[in-house]
C-alpha cells in the first residue's frame, strides 16, 4: 500500500533553516510527481510546490522562490523540503503529497492522491 | 493568480442532512476541481477529483458536480464520520486551495 512517513517535529530559531524528509513506498518512485503543502495553525492549505522525482526538476509557488529548496534521493525514495530564513509566520504544518493524474478527451487533470502524516515545524526564539 | 472561494465557510448540519457546499474560481477552469477532506490533526484526504470522479473506497453518498467557474460538493446522507472540515483545490493554473468549510454537527 502507498505509504509516505514524513520526520519528525522541529523547532527552529527564526533566521535558521528547517528539511522536512518524506519517504515514499508502496508504489514505483519515480512514476509520481511530489508535492508540498503546508498549514498554518487554525488556517487553511498553502500549495508550496513540486518536484519530479524521475528528474529531479522543481517548480515553486511564487511566495517561496529563493527560500525553498526540494530534492530527492532515488536510492531511498525519499524527498525532501528545505525552508530557509525561517520566521515565526513558517510555524506551521508540511505535508508532503503523491500527484497524480486522470485524462478527460486527451486533458490531464491533477490531484493529489496520497499524503504525509505531517511535519510540524514552530519557529521561535 | 486564480482565487478560489468556498461557501458557506462553516455549517451546522444533523446526521442524515444533504449537505451542499459550494466553490467558485475566480476564473474558468474546466474540471480541474478537487475536493479534500480533513479531520482535526489528520491529513486531508482526497475525496473527489476532475471534479465529479469519485476516489476509490470513498462512499457514493459523496459527489462532486460543476465546470468553469462554480463547483459543488454534495454529500448525500450526513454520516457521523463526515463532520470535518473540506477545501476544494483548482489545478488548472498551479494549485490554489479554497479557504476550507467547516461542518459541524447541529
Known amino acids: 500500500q502507498v505509504q509516505l512517513v514524513q520526520s519528525g517535529a522541529e523547532v527552529k530559531k527564526p533566521g535558521a533553516s528547517v528539511k522536512v524528509s518524506c519517504k515514499a513506498s508502496g508504489y514505483t518512485f519515480t512514476s509520481y510527481y511530489m508535492h508540498w503543502v ?4 487554525g488556517q487553511g492549505l498553502e500549495w508550496m510546490g513540486i518536484i519530479n522525482p524521475s528528474g529531479g526538476s522543481t517548480s515553486y509557488a511564487q511566495k517561496f522562490q529563493g527560500r525553498v529548496t526540494m530534492t530527492r534521493d532515488t536510492s531511498t525514495s525519499t524527498v525532501y523540503m528545505e525552508l530557509s530564513s525561517l520566521r515565526s509566520e513558517d510555524t506551521a504544518v508540511y505535508y508532503c503529497a503523491r500527484g497524480s493524474l486522470t485524462t478527460r478527451l486527451g486533458t490531464p487533470l491533477h490531484y493529489f492522491d496520497y499524503w504525509g502524516q505531517g511535519t510540524l515545524v514552530t519557529v521561535s526564539s | 493568480d486564480i482565487q478560489m472561494t468556498q461557501s458557506p465557510s462553516s455549517l451546522s448540519a444533523s446526521v442524515g442532512d444533504r449537505v451542499t457546499i459550494t466553490c467558485r474560481a475566480s476564473q474558468s477552469i474546466s474540471s480541474y476541481l478537487n475536493w479534500y477532506q480533513q479531520k482535526p490533526g489528520k491529513a486531508p484526504k482526497l475525496l473527489i477529483y476532475a471534479a ?32 470535518a472540515t473540506y477545501y476544494c483545490q483548482q489545478s488548472y493554473s498551479l494549485y490554489t486551495f479554497g479557504q476550507g ?5 447541529k
Open chain 2, 101 to 105: 468549510t467547516k461542518l459541524e454537527i
Open chain 2, 52 to 83: 465529479s470522479s469519485l476516489q476509490s473506497g470513498v462512499p457514493s453518498r459523496f459527489s462532486g458536480s460543476g465546470s468553469g467557474t462554480d463547483f459543488t460538493l454534495t454529500i448525500s446522507s450526513l454520516q457521523p464520520e463526515d463532520f
Open chain 1, 38 to 41: 503546508r498549514q498554518a495553525p
